[in-house]
């Protein structure tokens, strides 16, 4: 995974924006999906800008086969010795050109290839000279898909600017989410209007098609632990949860009408609710006061990824607020997916928006979480995970009373937790990055950083309180899941930076809450390996 945009504003160079891969796609075509895209094409050329100078040519190989296209494909897969091939390059590139170039080189149209050895791209190929003609060649090839959570222009103003440099692809761009969100862009932004419609859709220019998703899963699709799932790019699947961003106050169109949004009526209980929290701006009326105006919660989404090949899955959340203060509350929908991925050791890690620190006011949160909110909705996972935790403990726990009521003296040891599924050594790209042990925490990896060692096993005898046993053999209910934060608000004032005084507050909390989870803050141009 690779950090484009880590903000939320109001700097419109570091807006949301991530890329997401499954590592055992060795970057085919096809094979990148943008989450967002605030931030996208500007933050690729710089990435390509710190590190394409470090790119070493690519040597041909006894198998190789490179196509000659249009749209300039370097390969349409990788052989299983790509992956360590940056190492090789790094030691023999002199020893080529000491030898007067005897082994060659392979070349696209003429132009000789290129591995990047350093940087979020790492092992990528490239067959053009410039940082802008790579960052070009990449968008248009190895992204074939934009996941957005929802159409604020801090989400999707850079991809709607870059829809101009699709006019040299070989397909449509695609675009997935939620049907509401599908219906605002459309409605919004490709209306010839505030931009051209790119879209295969009404007329439009045909660069973009919709994919349009259905909420909690489609059925038809996946079996087993994927059902549900629908792919998106080559190697991920994604499945899907609305959440909520806020509220606002629309003009209520009359029984039937409809507003495209998920929620058309609400109870007596998230009324109350919204005469609570709400936020009345200048010259509109409250809920219920003033002919056909009412609050409507502003829709957002929370996607499950799953990497097809090795079966774990992150889970990636658009702008949200704390259920506590909303008026239509569906965090609690996507905690209870999630707890039973957690408990398979299937969710590695999750990605969720915390904007300010704990000094901001509910009243001005605006839809978003401060680290008092995010841990407060982290209990609720913890409590979820522990429910489903508790059948296994007791049924343990009530083996380990009955040998010792036989009068026999058992001394044995718990098994060690159940590592994630994944791929085997021999099965993986023998790269530092790829070497992660499944049991590994995830881990959010800046250029200049080492990898985290392996978690050491441990082994404790199991007592009768369940609550002691999951605290003592797991480090806490969530141990060894990876929050990753993002969508930090910057603040334009002077001192450290506001994810720093977020971080510190988040992980006071959790050392009070024994959560067992650990926290970092997302960072432009890095990489994030889960």
């Known amino acids: 995974m690779v950090c484009l945009g880590s903000g939320g504003g109001p700097n419109e160079d570091n807006m949301t ?3 997401v891969r499954s590592t055992a796609t060795n970057w085919a075509k096809g094979s990148v999906l943008a989450v967002d895209a605030g931030t996208h094409l500007a933050a690729v050329i710089k990435i390509f800008g710190e590190h394409l100078s470090e790119a070493v040519p690519v040597p041909v190989e006894p198998g190789d086969f490179v196509a000659s296209t249009s749209g300039r494909s370097v390969r349409s897969g990788a052989s299983s010795a790509q992956a360590s091939r940056s190492i090789r390059h790094s030691n023999s590139i002199s020893e080529l050109n000491n030898n007067g170039g005897a082994t060659p080189l392979q070349q696209v149209d003429g132009a000789t290839l290129r591995c990047l050895t350093s940087g979020p791209f790492a092992d990528l ?7 802008k003609a790579n960052a070009a060649y990449f968008m248009r090839n190895l992204i074939s898909t934009y996941l957005i959570t929802h159409p604020h222009l801090d989400h999707i103003s850079g991809f709607a600017i870059n829809t101009a440099s699709f006019q040299h692809t070989s397909r449509p761009k695609r675009i997935a989410a939620l049907p509401a969100t599908i219906d605002a862009i459309k409605t919004h932004i490709f209306n010839d209007v505030i931009w051209p419609n790119m879209s295969d859709e009404d007329g439009g220019v045909g660069f973009v098609s919709y994919m349009r998703l259905v909420e909690g899963g489609n059925i038809q699709f996946g079996d087993g632990e994927s059902r549900g799932y629908i792919e998106v790019c080559d190697g991920l699947a994604v499945k899907c949860w609305s959440v909520s961003h806020g509220q606002c106050m629309r003009k209520h169109r009359g029984h039937g009408s409809g ?22 701006p200048l010259g509109t009326a409250q809920n219920g006061q003033g002919y056909g105006d009412i609050m409507r919660p502003i829709d957002s989404s929370a996607f499950f990824l799953r990497d097809d090949h090795t079966g774990n899955e992150v889970l990636i959340f658009g702008d949200v607020e704390p259920d506590s203060l909303s008026l239509s509350p569906r965090t609690d929908q996507v905690w209870s997916d999630a707890a039973t991925k957690i408990t398979s050791c299937l ?5 969720i928006e915390c904007s300010y620190d704990n000094s901001q006011s509910d009243e001005t949160l605006f839809g978003h979480l401060a680290p008092r909110h995010l841990i407060a909705e982290l209990k609720v996972l913890a409590e979820k995970v522990k429910a489903l935790r508790l059948p296994e403990q007791e049924v343990s726990s009530g083996r380990k009373r009955k040998r010792q009521s ?17 791929r ?3 099965q993986g790209r023998k790269t530092r990055r790829q070497t992660i042990s499944p049991s590994t925490p995830a881990t959010l990896v800046s250029e200049d950083s080492e990898m985290a060692g392996p978690v050491k096993d441990f082994k404790l005898d199991i007592p009768d309180l369940i609550d002691e046993t999951l605290g003592k053999t797991s480090g806490g209910p969530l141990h060894g899941v990876q929050i990753i934060i993002i969508h930090v ?4 004032k002077d001192g450290p930076p506001p994810g720093e005084s977020i971080l510190a507050q988040l992980e006071e909390a959790e050392r009070e809450e024994e959560l067992g989870c650990s926290f970092a803050i997302s960072k432009a141009g890095t990489s994030i390996w889960l």
């Open 347 to 351: 969710l590695t890690g999750i990605l």
């Open 125 to 131: 190929e490239v067959p053009f000279e410039s940082v």
């Open 489 to 492: 608000k910057e603040t334009l």
């Open 424 to 426: 085997t050594p021999s």
């Open 259 to 280: 507003s495209g949004s998920t929620h058309e009526a609400f109870n007596e209980a998230a009324s109350r609710r919204a005469s609570q929290h709400a936020i009345t």
């Open 17 to 19: 924006g991530l890329l």
């Open 406 to 422: 036989n009068g026999l003296t058992i001394h044995e040891e718990t098994e060690t937790p159940r590592p994630r599924r994944g």
